[in-house]
C-alpha cells in the first residue's frame, strides 16, 4: 500500500496551468512527475486543470498516453498507483498550436471561458519564444490581472538580449507576476541554508571574514552534452551554469540576513552581493580563472569521445565545458575572503557542493603534523544526496593515541533524518510555489541583469586577450591549471584533501 504524504504542507492552489512545450524532454522529465506527485499528495485542487501545448498533431487521448508513459519511466514504481494516475491524467487537456499563429491562441481563450481560477502559463521552450507568447496570449484575450508566466533560464546570451526578453515579457505582465526558475533554488538543502544560517547563532556570529577563510563550490556534471550541440556550443559553461546556478549559490551563501522572509526583501540581499563581485580585470583573468574543454577518456567505466569528437560538433569550436575561478565579494562582511568556483562536464561524477572552511584556531597546541586538519568544514551537499554535515576534530580513541586528533563529520542525511519522508524534487516546491503566488524562490530582473553584467565582462576579457580552453581528460577534474590556482593560496578543492 502506498502511503500518501504532504512534505510540502497542506495548501491546495485552485489554478490552471498551461504548458507551452508540453512535449519536450524537460516537460516529461521533470514538470509532469512533479505535478503528479504534487496531485498524489493531495497539494491540487480538485478542479485543477493542465492544458498542454505543442506542435504536435496529437490528441489529449494520445497526450495522456505519452504522460503515462513518461510517469512510468520517471517516477519509481514505489510511489505509483493506478488510481493516482488516473487522477492526475484526467487532469489533461492537448491542444496543438503554432506558437507564432496568434489566431490559434483564440482556443486557449475557449478553454478558460468561465475559469475563475488564475491561470499559470509555463514556457517550456527556447527564450526566443517567450515574449511571441506571451503577446499571443494579451491579444488574444486569454490573460487575466491574475495570470502569472513562468520562464526557464538561460534568459537570453548576454545582458543585452537578457533584457530584451524581459522586456518582451514585461510588455505583458508586471514583475510581481514574473516567475523566473532556477530549479536549484528548489532544493530542499538550498532551502536549509537559510535556515542553517539565520535560524542558528552558532553560524550567524562565525558567518564572516573573522571566522571563515575560504569558500568552496563545485557543480561537477558527469555527462557530456547529451546530443545537445547546438545550445551547448553557443553558451559553454560559463553561461550554461555559473550565470545562474552557482551565482545564486553564492547570493545565498555571501547575502546579509533580510529584514524577513518576504520576496523582495531576500533578493534585494542577492542583488547586494552580485553588485559586490569583483570584476576580473588585467593579469586576474590569467591568474584567477580557467577554461577547459573535456578531451577523449573514461567515464562510468566506458570510453567516451572529446568534446570536439562528439556527434555534430565543430572541430574548430573554443567553447568552455569547464570553468573554475577565485572570487571576491568586496565588502565588509566578506573582504579577503575568496570564494572557489568549479564547474565542468565529464567530471569524475555527479556532485553539488558547498564547502565552508572555517580559519583556524589562532593558537595551536596539539600534534605539529596535525596542523592541517585544524579547521571546521561545513559540506552542504546538493546532489546525489542531499545532507549538511559539520567536519569537527575530536580526539582518537585508544590508549596508545595521546591526544592524536581525528576528523569526523556531525551529519545531517536527509534520507536518514526523515526516513518515512520522501524529499520533493525541486520543481515540485517551484510549482507550488507558483500556484501559491509565493516569489521568494525565484529569480528577479535585475538579479539576472547584474549577474550577466558580471558574466559579460569575464567573457569580454577572455575575447580580447584570445584565450583558448585548456584540455582535460574526460573522467578527470578538469585543467591542471584549475589544481595550480587554488594550491597557489596554500590550499586544495575538498576532494583531495
Known sequence: MIQETSPLGSSQPDVDMALFGALGDLALRKLYPALYHLDREGLLADSTRILGLARQDDDSEIFRGKVADALKQHVKSSEQSHASLERFLA???????DFSDVEGYERVRDWRQGARRPMTVYLAVPASLYGVICRHLETSGSLDDETRVVVE??????????????????????????????????????????????????????????????????????????GRWGYFDQAGQLRDMVQNHLLQLVCLIAMDPPANLDADAIRDEKVKVLKALKPFTGDSLDRDVVRGQYTAGTSGGKSVPGYLEEEGANTESRTETFVAMKTEVANWRWAGVPFYLRTGKRMPEKLSQIIIHFRQQPHYIFDPDQRGLAANKLVIRLQPEEGIALQVLTKDSGLDKGMRLRPGPLHLDFNSAFPKSRIPDAYERLLLEVMKGQQYLFVRRDEVEYAWHWI??????????????????????????????????????????
Request: charged share 20%; proline share 6%; glycine share 8%.
Open 456 to 497: 559579460d565582462q569575464l567573457i569580454a576579457g577572455w575575447e580580447a586577450r584570445d584565450m583558448p580552453p585548456r584540455r582535460y581528460p574526460a573522467g578527470s577534474w578538469g585543467p591542471v591549471a584549475s589544481i595550480a590556482m587554488i594550491t597557489q593560496d596554500g590550499r586544495s578543492w575538498y576532494e583531495d584533501y
Open 153 to 226: 533560464k538561460p534568459i537570453g546570451h548576454d545582458l543585452t538580449s537578457s533584457q530584451a526578453i524581459n522586456d518582451a515579457i514585461g510588455d505583458v505582465f508586471p514583475e510581481s507576476r514574473i516567475y523566473r526558475i532556477d530549479h536549484y533554488l528548489g532544493k530542499e538543502t538550498v532551502q536549509n541554508l537559510i535556515a542553517l544560517r539565520f535560524a542558528n547563532p552558532l553560524f550567524g556570529t562565525q558567518w564572516n571574514q573573522n571566522h571563515i577563510s575560504h569558500v568552496e563550490i563545485t557543480v561537477a556534471e558527469q555527462v557530456g552534452i547529451e
Open 91 to 97: 487532469r489533461l487537456e492537448y491542444l496543438k498550436l
